[in-house]
């Protein structure tokens, strides 16, 4: 358990609204994941970051942004929301290079109507 | 590319069955780490193990175990004696290093499901 948080927990939002997902962690993981969770297709990586201020675009990062001002929190942003993004967000985090065991947090619904 | 496949999407067993659950993968790595996690109908995703490229040791934890075998690419997962807690969806997933991060590839997923 790396001490992951989320939120909010669950957001239902408009088309064309902003969204802004956090992640927040504790234990001072350097690595910081986004994936996203659809049914048929498992998880899949949406950006990553490899330490503050360093992010890089992961396999679906098309219509998402992310940012990383400190350590412990990680921000998905959706700028301009569209249904496609509706799905279940999760964050992970990991301590360091190899063995480089990813934790998740709890998930985020998202639901773009 | 990175890919795993899990071929099977849903498994039904009936309670102290076992079962083996397949997850086949593509990487032209030859160093890379393979994971199994499952995700129990809470919904959280849990780790239950990680194996290196350079490890083909099979590996028992209490009623699951592991078998890893790069001349198939192969990571299956058996369970011994199901039990109703064991059902869950179970992801198999690969790794991609890039600058330290590990990006992890996941296959679809199978969805296990233990009968009483």
């Known amino acids: 358990d790396a001490g992951i948080t989320q939120s909010p927990r669950h957001k239902v939002t408009e088309t064309g609204t902003p969204v802004t997902l956090r992640c927040h962690q504790t234990?001072?993981?350097?690595?910081m994941y986004w994936y996203r969770q659809d049914p048929g297709h498992g998880l899949r990586l949406i950006h990553y970051s490899y330490g503050v201020k360093d992010t890089d675009k992961g396999e679906v990062s098309d219509g998402y942004s992310v940012s990383r001002s400190k350590t412990e929190d990680f921000l998905l942003t959706l700028e301009s929301a569209t249904s496609s993004q509706t799905s279940v967000y999760f964050c992970a985090t990991s301590f360091g290079q190899n063995p480089n065991t990813q934790y998740f947090g709890p998930g985020t619904r998202l639901t773009v109507l | 590319a990175q890919k795993v496949t899990q071929a099977q999407t849903e498994i039904s067993v009936v309670e102290k069955e076992d079962v083996t659950l397949d997850c086949v993968y593509e990487t032209r790595d030859t160093t890379y780490y393979l994971f199994w996690y499952k995700q129990p109908p809470s919904g959280e995703l849990v780790f239950l193990i990680r194996r290196n490229s350079f490890d083909e040791q099979n590996e028992i934890s209490g009623r699951y175990s592991w078998n890893f075998q790069k001349s198939t690419s192969s990571f299956n997962f058996t369970i011994t004696a199901s039990q109703v807690v064991d059902s869950a969806v179970y992801f198999c997933?690969?790794?991609?290093?890039?600058?330290?991060?590990?990006?992890?590839?996941f296959g679809q997923g199978t969805r296990l499901t233990i009968n009483p």
């Open positions: 997933a690969l790794s991609e290093s890039n600058r330290g991060a590990q990006k992890l590839v």
């Open positions: 234990e001072n993981h350097r690595y």
